[in-house]
């Protein structure tokens, strides 16, 4: 994992005594989030939910489970309803996986 930044938010300390919700497309292995929820207790909000549309069942998990998910998917790369893969097939209407193939016609 590379370093993690908070951007968007010039004073968090706006967060003590919030409750907080962290909405995230994909968790993958956990580490960021895990990463993200440290760094934002130390401003002592109320409360903090976790909510994923999607969550990877990979065996680099480290455990973690958002507090709410919408699915649940293989540890393989997924695109559209917004995910997107080199900007490109953000806007299907559904989610599948791209395959090597994909990959190598889309790969900049």
Do not use: W
């Not at 790369?77 to 016609?105: M, P, Q, S, T």
């Amino acid at each position: 994992m590379g370093e993690m930044q908070i951007i968007g938010g010039d004073d968090l300390s706006t967060l003590a005594g919030k409750n907080v919700l962290i909405v995230e497309d994909v968790v993958g292995t956990g580490k960021t989030m895990r990463a993200l929820l440290s760094s934002i207790e130390k401003y002592k909000p109320n409360m903090i939910k976790v909510a994923s549309l999607l969550v990877k069942r990979t065996p680099r998990s480290d455990g973690f489970r958002p507090d709410y998910v919408g699915f649940e998917i293989p540890n393989l790369f997924v695109v559209g309803y917004a995910l997107d893969y080199n900007e490109y097939f953000r806007d299907l209407n559904h989610i599948c996986v791209i395959n090597e193939h994909g990959k190598e016609k889309y790969r900049v």
